[in-house]
């Protein structure tokens, strides 16, 4: 029971037609379905946003969405309402398997955002994922999901950074793309000790 398979965010707001679709975001279910009998536990993230969160464009003065903000915890991407909690946009993408050990949700903190499965973006509340796989004895952990360069990236470099043996599967994930962040998430990742195959 080592090996587990986290599932990144693959929500209807992150996949075509949602409020902040990933290109192709929806192509990864079908992947993800067929290799989740593969690992002894699946994880399922969830973005997890109150109305009215921080993070949201529309709650910022003369900002637009993916303009950039100083935050008390540093430099945040300002976002189009998304996975609001309770909202069809939050819910998982309807065909994904969602039969898993465990559901961490993320960023339901009003003043906080989270694109990392471990902490939130001040880099110090902890999800409680952490303490989860290691009361488990899991030490090797797949990434999957949405998006590559945001919530993949930033799970995979800290569980490299917590001790775990990391590997994102870029077949079963989408990106962004935003001036460059995919290009900088894959060398983030790679220079944290995170396999990419």
């Known amino acids: 029971m080592t090996h587990a398979l986290i599932v990144v965010d693959v929500q209807n707001d992150f996949c075509p037609g949602g409020a902040l679709a990933v290109p192709g975001g929806d192509e990864v279910v079908a992947p993800i379905n067929a290799m989740m009998d593969e690992f002894?536990?699946?994880?399922l993230t969830q973005d997890w946003h109150p109305a009215g969160h921080s993070s949201f464009a529309s709650e910022h003065d003369s900002k637009n969405p993916f303009d950039m903000t100083d935050m008390?915890?540093?430099?945040?991407?300002?976002?189009?309402?998304h996975c609001v909690q309770g909202t069809e946009g939050a819910s998982f993408h309807p065909d994904l398997?969602?039969?898993?050990?465990?559901?961490i949700r993320k960023g339901f903190r009003p003043g906080i955002d989270s694109y990392s499965a471990f902490f939130e973006n001040d880099q110090k509340t902890p999800?409680?994922?952490?303490?989860?796989?290691?009361?488990?004895?899991?030490?090797?952990?797949?990434?999957?999901?949405l998006a590559t360069d945001f919530c993949v990236h930033f799970s995979a470099v800290d569980?490299?950074?917590?001790?775990?043996?990391?590997?994102?599967?870029l077949d079963a994930c989408r990106?962004?793309?935003l001036d460059g962040s995919l290009a900088a998430a894959e060398a983030a990742m790679r220079d944290a000790g995170v396999a990419l195959i």
């Open 40 to 43: 002894d536990t699946v994880i």
């Open 72 to 81: 008390h915890y540093g430099p945040q991407v300002l976002w189009p309402d």
């Open 97 to 103: 398997k969602t039969h898993a050990d465990l559901v």
């Open 127 to 145: 999800t409680g994922l952490e303490g989860y796989l290691k009361s488990r004895g899991i030490t090797k952990l797949t990434l999957v999901g």
């Open 159 to 169: 569980a490299a950074r917590l001790g775990f043996d990391v590997t994102v599967r």
């Open 175 to 177: 990106a962004i793309d």
